[in-house]
């Protein structure tokens, strides 16, 4: 029943912009840590923001000042913001969700950067960002 549907991926000119949207179902956003994350072939899947249940947010370093995580928990639903698009910004971006805080993983206080992949328990299929220069 828990279900992650992404949307909002599409092919854009080098200083576009995007909107990502992830509806969620089976779960609210009231308590739960959510993030993005992307792929890109023949790449390992790399966090680039997350976003805790109080609000608090992480970024990856490689999108400094260009991207930025939201949520409106009364529509279930994650956003991703990303302006300035580079080529190097292309790849499949999934939605992922887990039913605890951010802050309750052992990693959150270890280490400054976004948790590992394996930290989350659900995904959503994806949605394809291309970058053309």
């Known amino acids: 029943q828990v279900q992650l549907v992404e949307s909002g991926g599409d092919s854009v000119q080098a200083g576009g912009s995007l909107r990502l949207s992830c509806v969620a179902s089976?779960?609210?956003?009231?308590?739960?840590?959510m993030g993005w994350f992307r792929q890109a072939p023949g790449k390992e899947r790399e966090g680039v923001a997350v976003?805790?249940?109080?609000?608090?947010?992480r970024y990856a370093d490689s999108v400094p000042g260009r991207f930025t995580i939201s949520k409106d928990n009364a529509k279930n639903t994650l956003y991703l913001q990303m302006n300035s698009l580079k080529p190097e910004d292309s790849a499949v971006y999934y939605c992922?969700?887990?039913?605890?805080?951010?802050?309750?993983?052992?990693?959150?206080?270890?280490?400054?950067?976004?948790?590992?992949?394996?930290?989350?328990?659900?995904w959503g299929q994806g949605t394809q960002v291309t970058v053309s220069s």
């Open positions: 992922a969700a887990n039913f605890r805080p951010c802050r309750h993983f052992s990693s959150w206080s270890i280490s400054s950067s976004i948790p590992s992949r394996y930290a989350f328990d659900y």
């Open positions: 089976g779960f609210t956003y009231s308590s739960v840590c």
């Open positions: 976003i805790d249940s109080d609000g608090s947010t």
